[in-house]
Each structure stands twice: as C-alpha cells, then as structure tokens.
C-alpha cells in the first residue's frame, strides 16, 4: 500500500508541477513575475489558515522548527522567482529539463546534512538523467557549452533550481521535525512572507498589478494556485519515504511532459534531440525505481 501511494504521489507531482510551469510562463508575459509567486504562496496560506488559526498548526515546536521553516520559505520564495522569471522568455522544454541538476545537488546536499546515501544503482540513475540532459540542451543556440550560462533565462533557472535543491533538504528537515501538513503549511505561510519582502527590490504598483491579474487571468492564477498546493503537498510526501536525491531524480520525468507541452502550447522546435534526451533520463528515474 505504501509502495502505491508513494508512487501515485510521484506522478501527481510530476504532473502537478509540469502545468504549473505552463501557467506560470502564460502567466508571467503579461504580469510581474513577483506579484504570480506572491500571490500563489499567499492563497495558499489563505487555505490553511484554518489550522493557523485553531491552533493545530506546529504545536508546541521548538525554536529550531521556526528556523528551519524561515529558512525554507526565503528559500522556496527566491527559488521559485528565479523560476518564473526564468520561464518568461525561457522555452518550456529546455528550461524544465534543467530542472535535471537539482537532482545532483540534492544528491550532494542529502549526503552532507541527513546521512542519506545513495547505492551504486541509484548514482547510475542520476548519471542517466545528467546525460539527457546534455541532448536537450545541446539544441539551444548556445548548445552545451559555457556560453549557454550566459543566457539570461538560463542563469535564473540554474539560480532556481540551486536555491530549491536547497530548499528540499530543508523541507526534509522540517518534515522529520513534524510532519508533511506541517511542513507543508510552513512552506505557504514563509513562502508568502518573504515574497511579500521581496517587494522591496521591486518597483511596480502592487494595486495596479493584483488588479489586472484579478479582472484579466483570475481564471489562469487560480489553476496555477491549484497546480502549486498539489506539487508542494505531494513533494513533502515523497520526502518523507523517500532520499531527497532519489525522489528529486524522479520528478524529472516530468521533463518528457514538458517538452510535449512545449511543442504542443508554444510552438517550440527542435523537440526530437529534446524527446530523446528526455528519454535517457526517464530510463535513469526508472533505475532509481526499481533498485530503491
């Protein structure tokens, strides 16, 4: 049974996060890429007041659990406001691919601070997935070599995915601290605080903005907002059953998804090499599977 849960989470993750990008990219051409990462956080939070409010939210915590969920949410908040900034402009089915490397640093971080070691079968997973990536970004202009990092959309991408690999292993700590609800209202209610800070190094009409996103993309937000709850949620699952090196590995089979959304949405090119390096990384998740 746990076996089947902790799957069925792994692919309501991978897809989950997969249309989150989608929205965030239709919905960061037209609005400030701050106010969609605020605004998701914020609702969210909106959502689990209830347990805020009643009391049932982190009980008796010690000052460590406080930490660690402020660490979390300055963390989650930077990362994924690199994330959207980099889907701006950024093609789908390149910049959710990159989303590969997260694993290996997970990888490195989970070894560092939870004693979480991987067996030979997992590191040739993770070597797999390394090298599709290497066909998906060997297709952009730049093609696989230094000059790609200085691709503006890149950079924010490999800011995202470095902050959140981080961020991970932090969620991790909070979950064997409490539990995934907990961890999971933490990470809406930090989330939202330190995005609301980040106005700070912003200038744009917040009035205006919430304005035009409510009366315009309510519809989209709202999806984005849904898409969001139900990665975060299953993400904390996974970790609790799972290294965070080996579950991050896994959810980038969400890369074959969004390269067909790519394509399909957004017109993008050069979808064969970008299928096959996706490919290669599918049968590295899949060797993770099956030797965990």
């Known amino acids: 049974m746990q076996f089947f849960l902790t799957t069925t989470a792994v692919i309501l993750r991978i897809f989950s996060n997969t249309f989150a990008n989608v ?23 909106i959502i689990c007041l209830p347990l805020i409010i009643t009391g049932k939210y982190a009980q008796n915590m010690q000052l460590y659990f406080w930490l660690y969920s402020a660490l979390m949410g300055f963390l989650g908040a930077a990362g994924n406001l690199f994330l959207v900034k ?20 997970g ?7 939870l004693k979480e070691y991987p067996n030979l079968y997992g590191i040739a997973g993770m070597v797999l ?5 290497y066909f998906i970004l060997d297709t952009t202009q730049e093609r ?24 991970a292993i932090v969620i991790k700590k909070v979950i064997l601290i ?28 917040i009035r205006n903005e919430i304005k035009t996103i409510i009366s315009v993309n309510a519809a989209g937000l709202l999806k984005l907002i849904l898409c969001c709850g139900i990665m975060q949620y299953t993400t904390n699952y996974v970790f609790k059953y799972m290294n965070v090196g080996y579950a991050l590995s896994l959810f980038q089979l969400s890369s074959v998804l969004s390269i067909i959304l790519g394509y399909k949405i957004f017109k993008e090119k050069n979808i064969i090499p970008r299928l096959v390096g996706s490919l290669i990384m599918v049968a590295g998740a899949v060797a993770i599977i099956i030797f965990n």
């Open 23 to 45: 929205y965030q990219k239709k919905l960061t051409t037209k609005n400030n890429p701050l106010m969609i990462t605020f605004l998701t956080y914020f609702v969210l939070t």
């Open 86 to 105: 980099s889907l701006k402009n950024g093609d789908l089915s390149v910049i959710g691919p990159i989303n590969s490397y997260k694993s290996l640093i």
């Open 107 to 113: 990888l490195l971080l989970g070894i560092l601070f």
């Open 129 to 133: 997935i390394f090298t599709g990536s």
């Open 144 to 167: 696989f070599t230094l000059k790609l990092l200085k691709n503006k959309e890149i950079q924010y991408r490999f800011y995202s995915l470095l902050l959140c690999a981080t961020e």
């Open 178 to 205: 409490s539990s995934e609800q907990t961890a999971f209202v933490s990470w809406c209610l930090f989330g939202a605080v330190f995005s609301a800070l980040l106005f700070v190094f912003e200038k744009i009409n």
